[in-house]
Nanobody
Framework: QLQLVESGGGLVQAGGSLRLSCVASGRPLHVHTLGWFRQAPGKEREFVACINWNGASTAYADSVKGRFIISRDHANNTVYLQMNNLKPEDTAVYSC???????????????????WGQGTQVTVSS
């Protein structure tokens, strides 16, 4: 059974950086798009970034474009999110997810994903 486990969250000052990791176990993910989403208190879960199956294409929410970088490592079945120049509004629980379908499509809708990690808290202080 597939399990996704995130790590790397924490408390950081505005302008700082964090690197989130999401390790998959139970099955390989090399044919799927992988995504990062976040949910702040009192808000809906929102798309952050995604990367296609071979890592050649990525997509980002406008709010993080130019600051966050998504990458993946097939050998370790892991997806990363490098977060730079963090802002207080980036505070949220960050979760990784696996796309329902195969291929190169850069899925950005929550409904396009069928497996989720438990999330890791990121808190950015001003």
């Amino acid at each position: 059974q597939l399990q996704l486990v995130e790590s790397g969250g924490g408390l950081v000052q505005a302008g700082g950086s964090l690197r989130l990791s999401c390790v998959a176990s139970g099955r390989p993910l090399h044919v799927h798009t992988l995504g990062w989403f976040r949910q702040a208190p009192g808000k809906e879960r929102e798309f952050v970034a995604c990367i296609n199956w071979n890592g050649a294409s990525t997509a980002y929410a406008d709010s993080v474009k130019g600051r966050f970088i998504i990458s993946r490592d097939h050998a370790n079945n892991t997806v990363y999110l490098q977060m730079n120049n963090l802002k207080p509004e980036d505070t949220a629980v960050y979760s990784c997810a696996k796309s329902r379908s195969y291929g190169s499509t850069l899925y950005q809708a929550i409904g396009d994903y069928d497996a989720w990690g438990q999330g890791t808290q990121v808190t950015v202080s001003s």
